[in-house]
């Protein structure tokens, strides 16, 4: 009897761990994607035209009416339209992919150290120690990468991506508080839609809706499309539900070091003494945020209690 348990738990982990992956390298390329896509078109235009697609693909997951309804909407407007829109900002200003992942990365210490506040769970000493570790290692990139960045690129464009931070935050509190939960499709059905509304309504404003004729620009949709949004992004909510947020947390501390690493190849990038030691710094944030204390059950973990 026993066998016949462990068979499917180990088999249930693999699975995890697969998808774990994929979501690092999908949601890393959204970093990619996003400066693909800003140099040849502006914010809103790609935005809109990343969106608009998937809003109408998705639409028919929309026809029958569920319960916690506007709270979806309420995520989908923080967790994808503000927070893409601070990330593309950032990047169209001359912030380095790696960098701007890297601040975005810093979601997991912020929802550890709220927890405590907001959910009435505990937060240890460690935690607050590995977030202060995991600023401490931010802070250390921004600087080097301000530094070896244009004149175009001003010193707040680096706070522009702490906007975006803050809203995935909040959009998973929000997740996390909710009573009814759609299905991940669902769910990213009514985020896309109600995204799609807000960068169209954008774009319209600012006279960009029109988008370019050049090749490279649809080819930069589709990268979004595909692997950032259906692949991150869809897997961000799936893992969210499968694993938990205390794992899925810990799988976005390693999508900085794969931005930075990709960014560099890609396009050139500074990968610095400083970049290595900040994103060391953030890996160890990790480790302290995450560790199960002594003496303690997987089920049993602070983080993982409001799951």
């Known amino acids: 009897m026993s066998k016949q348990i462990g068979i499917p738990l180990r088999r249930s982990t693999l699975v995890t761990l697969g ?19 800003a140099t ?97 290692g931010v802070l250390l990139v921004i ?14 464009a680096y706070l522009v991506p702490f906007a975006g931070m803050g809203c995935l935050v909040t959009a998973t509190f929000l997740d996390r508080g909710a009573r009814h939960r759609p299905s991940p499709a669902r769910a990213l059905a009514i985020h896309c839609a109600s995204s799609g509304v807000v960068f169209t309504a954008l774009a319209l404003a600012a006279g960009e809706a029109v988008p370019p004729a050049a090749p490279g620009f649809w080819i930069a949709m589709a990268w979004l499309i595909v692997f950032a949004t259906f692949g991150g992004y869809g897997l961000y909510w799936l893992l969210l539900n499968r694993t938990g947020v205390t794992t899925v947390n810990t799988l976005m501390f390693l999508i900085p070091a794969v931005t930075a690493l990709w960014g560099t190849a890609m396009f050139g990038e500074p990968f610095t003494v400083f970049t290595a030691t900040g994103l060391a710094l953030a890996l160890l944030a990790t480790a302290l945020v995450t560790a ?16």
């Open 143 to 156: 600087v080097a990468d301000a530094g070896a960045a244009g004149p175009g690129t001003p010193w707040w």
């Open 19 to 37: 998808l774990g992956a994929l979501f690092v390298l999908c949601w890393s390329s959204g970093f990619i994607g996003a400066k693909l896509g």
């Open 40 to 136: 040849g078109a502006p914010v809103t235009t790609v935005l809109m035209w990343r969106s608009l697609p998937l809003a109408v693909l998705l639409a028919p997951l929309l026809t029958r009416p569920g319960p916690g309804l506007g709270r979806q909407v309420a995520i989908g407007v923080l967790s994808q339209a503000a927070y893409l829109l601070t990330v593309y900002w950032a990047i169209g200003l001359g912030v380095n992919t790696g960098t701007t992942a890297l601040i975005d990365g810093i979601q997991p210490l912020v929802v550890a150290a709220l927890a405590g506040p907001l959910l009435g769970t505990a937060v240890t000493g460690r935690q607050w120690l590995g977030l202060g570790t995991g600023l401490a």
């Open 292 to 307: 199960r204390p002594v003496g303690t059950s997987p089920h049993n973990q602070p983080v993982e209690q409001y799951t």
